[in-house]
């Protein structure tokens, strides 16, 4: 069976580390082409990578008839636009987290899956590794109880100001960038879409981007949540999750392998307490970027949408539009812009 053939819609520097890195080492997938807006920022890219095609504006990618799937790492504020349009092109559509800018963006490429019957993912790469996996047997099999709580984190320190982390216009915001994260686990965790924000705060400038973000929330099954989040301060990335007869504690839940060449490392950390007895554990060796393009391409193979479908998309955007309205953060400014 011939590969699925991938394009990617922007030149952004998460391309490498999290798509073009990895698709290399998968059988069903191969990466055919990349378009920007510059032409010869797009012929430049494809050369330096060995990627066969190029072109000089999305709507060109778009309309290569050899194209099965697309891979949009642009800014948050085109994320509907480009997905929708992808998705009317006939083209099943992996899209960067987060999947749009609010909740009602989302929904509006909810709509266009929909309509299309194609396949549609956001970009949560962490939740097909095989440490996701096997946190989520352990919990859904009642070894450490009922859950109560979950605690986590993610933060990183940015200096250069002019990333689109820190554009309003972009869609930017540490709860957007990386916030999104521990809102994804702790809604997976609780495997419950409806909470209460109960408390929220967020370090924010004039123009409404959020540099850091904190907040509280419990859900209707009575788990309570708390997530942190930064791109001014490094966090450690890790989770705490409690329940009524043990604990998990994981060190890197949302990067817990990478490829330095060849060779795949593994720092992360997950200890399960469960009564008196605690034990370390290791899984399947795997990225999670590979994880999710196979699972991805798995999907479109068999038609059956994939965990981090846009209805799981939508449910995550409306928690963090909630979050942002309890920190009373004005976030007017973030949407359907031109920005790229």
Request: proline content about 4%; hydrophobic content about 40%.
């Amino acid at each position: 069976m011939k590969p699925l053939s991938y394009g990617i819609i922007s030149t952004a520097s998460i391309n490498d580390g999290g798509f073009i890195n990895h698709i290399k080492y998968i059988k069903d997938a191969d990466l055919l082409a990349v378009a920007s807006r510059n032409p010869k920022t797009a012929k430049d890219y494809a050369a330096k990578r060995g990627i066969p095609r190029h072109y000089g504006s999305y709507e060109e990618l778009l309309s290569d008839a050899d194209i099965d799937c697309v891979y949009i790492s642009l800014p948050v504020s085109l994320h509907k636009k480009w997905s929708i349009l992808s998705l009317k092109a006939g083209k099943n559509v992996l899209c960067e987290k987060p999947v749009a800018g609010s909740a009602r963006e989302a929904e509006e490429i909810a709509e266009a899956v929909n309509s299309s019957g194609l396949i549609f993912a956001e970009a949560f790469h962490y939740r097909y590794h095989p440490l996701s996996s096997r946190i989520e047997e352990i919990v859904r099999n009642g070894e450490i109880g009922d859950v109560r709580s979950v605690y986590s984190q993610f933060g990183v320190r940015l200096f250069d100001k002019g990333k689109v982390q820190f554009r309003a216009d972009c869609g930017g915001g540490a709860l957007l960038d990386i916030g999104c994260y521990p809102v994804s686990f702790s809604r997976w965790i609780a495997d419950c879409d409806d909470a209460e924000i109960l408390s929220a705060r967020a370090d924010s400038d004039s123009d409404g981007v959020d540099r850091a973000a904190e907040a509280v929330m419990k859900f209707k099954n009575g788990v309570v949540a708390e997530i942190n989040c930064s791109l001014a301060d490094l966090l450690p990335p890790y989770a705490l999750i409690k329940g009524e007869k043990g604990s998990i504690f994981v060190f890197m839940p949302f990067s817990p392998a990478f490829r330095v060449g060849p060779a795949i490392i593994e720092p992360y950390i997950l200890v399960v307490r469960s009564g008196g007895n605690i034990r370390s554990l290791r899984v399947g060796k795997n990225t999670t970027y590979q994880s999710q393009i196979e699972a991805f391409s798995k999907a479109v193979r068999t038609g059956v949408q994939p965990a981090t479908d846009i209805r799981e998309g939508i449910a995550n955007m409306k928690l963090l539009d909630a979050i942002y309205e309890k920190a009373g953060v004005d976030r007017s400014a973030c949407f359907d812009s031109g920005a790229s």
